[in-house]
């Protein structure tokens, strides 16, 4: 079935350290690629997109994320996490096939920061 | 400033009482959608639109109506509210599906 897999329901990290979340999409076609944060209380944020070409993107708040189309993923990525990116971070995908207007979501990763 | 706006925020009603949640944007963006949010389920789309009087279902429509008579509104409608359709409820709008969907505040439902 096509889906959004996110595999860490919840992580912890200390301020400071390296952050890795990751998705997994499984369609056919490389679909467009999103990271959006939710921090609590608020809406959904968009940290950066991937359509195509170079496979290592740059989003906002110093957040990157590399698409890697063996693996079909795209994780997420911060060299450094800072305490104000505790939040819920979501993966989601619109499926690269003609007429298909649905953006789809994973089930999100909730981001805890230890000082 | 660009924005979506939802109201109301927060809302608690009784199971069979019809309700409509506003969604309006000022962006004059042609894509408008709905989406829920249930712990461990991510969000979820309810009906989307693509433009002016187009709208279509997106994975979980049932026992939901929504209607895209202007552009910049997109209201959804709960003709008789269920126990299972408490949830956090968000409204997006965007230039299309493939592009940066701006997210409203929430709208948190709760039915009794």
């Known amino acids: 079935a096509q889906s959004v897999t996110q595999p860490d329901i919840h992580i912890t990290v200390s301020e400071g350290a390296s952050l890795e979340l990751r998705c997994n999409y499984s369609?056919?076609?490389?679909?467009?690629l999103f990271w959006y944060v939710q921090s609590p209380g608020q809406g959904l944020q968009l940290l950066l997109k991937?359509?195509?070409?170079?496979?290592l993107v740059q989003g906002i708040k110093g957040f990157e994320a590399e698409f890697k189309r063996s693996q079909s993923s795209f994780n997420l990525r911060k060299p450094s996490v800072h305490w104000s990116d505790a939040a819920e971070y979501f993966c989601a995908v619109v499926p690269f096939s003609g007429g298909y207007n649905k953006l789809i979501f994973g089930a999100g990763t909730r981001l805890a920061v230890h000082p | 400033e660009a924005q979506v706006t939802q109201n109301p925020r927060y809302l608690i009603t009784v199971t069979g009482k019809k309700l409509t949640v506003t969604c309006s944007q000022n962006m004059n963006h042609e894509y408008m959608s709905w989406y829920r949010q249930d712990p461990g389920l991510g969000l979820r789309q309810i009906y989307y639109?693509?433009?002016?009087?187009?709208?279509d279902k997106g994975d979980v429509p049932e026992g939901y109506k929504v209607s895209r008579k202007e552009k910049r509104n997109f209201p959804l409608i709960l003709e008789s509210p269920s126990p299972n359709q408490t949830s956090l409820y968000f409204c997006a709008s965007s230039w299309t599906v493939r592009e940066t969907q701006y997210f409203g505040p929430g709208t948190r439902l709760l039915v009794l």
């Open positions: 991937y359509f195509s070409g170079d496979t």
């Open positions: 639109s693509m433009n002016v009087e187009v709208t």
């Open positions: 369609y056919g076609a490389t679909p467009y």
